[in-house]
Each structure stands twice: as C-alpha cells, then as structure tokens.
C-alpha cells in the first residue's frame, strides 16, 4: 500500500499548477526614445560618460548608436524614432549617434567597433564600452518592429541585469 500513497503523492505534486514566471516589467507607455546628437569631435568615452550623467538625472537608459545616412534599416529606424513610434516601446531610453564611417576611429579608442550598422552599444559607466551590443538589422519598413524592437528590448534587460 505504501508505494500506492509515494505514487499518487508524485502525481498530485507532478499535476500541481506551478507558479506563473512573474511578468516583464511593464514599460511606460509615455517613455520616449530620443536620438542625442553626439560632438563632432571629443573623446567617446568622455561623451558617454557626461551622457549618462546627464541621463541618469531624468530617469534614462543610454545606448551608444552609430548609423549612416546611406544605411536603408538606419534611416527606417531614424523615421521611425522621429515619428515618436517608438514610444512606450523600449522605456526612456536616449540614443548617442554618431556616424559610423566618420566617428569610426574615435569609437574604436573608447572600445565600441561593429562590423555591420546600425549599432546599438551599452556603455559602461566611465563610457566606454561594455561589449554588450547588437548591430546589423534586416530591410524593409517592417524591420524596426519585428527585428530591432525586440533584440534592443533584450539588450537593455540584459543590461539592467547586470
């Protein structure tokens, strides 16, 4: 009889609904994304670094962005950002641009390199870069949404994690 009381004491706890994995923090549905127009010249480093102060007073995210003009999935993500679509989508969240073909070499000595655009970099408090990024995105209008949302999404919940 005993193993007949072990056997349904593993099925009722084998059946027990387990507990629901909490759920991801909501995002403000009022919390913008911003592009912030990096210095034509100056230390990287040194930018992110007074960025992240300057952000940190108004309760952002930084991320260190490097795009170009001629980049298709840039230009989509730029309209989509200046349209103010991507609000209440990715947090308060302030992006640091830069020109990936002129500021190459001045990101490279603080640490951020990518080897397709758009960039997306976390930096580390003294600026300089973390080595956690995402770069590159697929074409189209479509693109912003279904492919640079949801990587940039986990970038900054991989971030916040450590």
């Known amino acids: 009889m005993r193993p007949f009381v072990a056997a349904v004491l593993l099925l009722v706890a084998c059946t027990r609904p387990q507990a629901a994995a909490p759920p991801a923090p909501a995002i403000d549905p009022n919390?913008?994304?911003?592009?912030v127009t990096a210095p034509v010249?100056?230390?990287v480093s040194t930018i992110m670094a007074a960025q992240l102060e300057r952000s940190k007073a108004e309760h952002r995210r930084v991320l260190l962005y490097a795009g170009a003009s001629w980049c298709e999935p840039c230009r989509f993500f730029h309209e989509a950002v200046d349209r103010g679509e991507l609000t209440g989508k990715l947090?308060?969240?302030d992006l640091v641009a830069f020109d990936a073909q002129v500021d190459a070499e001045r990101m490279l000595l603080s640490g951020y390199?990518?080897?397709f655009i758009p960039l997306f970099a976390v930096p580390n408090p003294d600026g300089k870069a973390s080595g956690r990024h995402i770069e590159g995105a697929s074409k189209g209008a479509a693109a912003v949404n279904d492919d640079l949302v949801p990587r940039l999404r986990q970038l900054l919940a991989d971030a916040k994690a450590n």
């Open 31 to 35: 919390a913008t994304v911003r592009f």
């Open 41 to 43: 010249d100056g230390v």
């Open 91 to 93: 947090g308060a969240l």
């Open 113 to 115: 390199e990518s080897q």
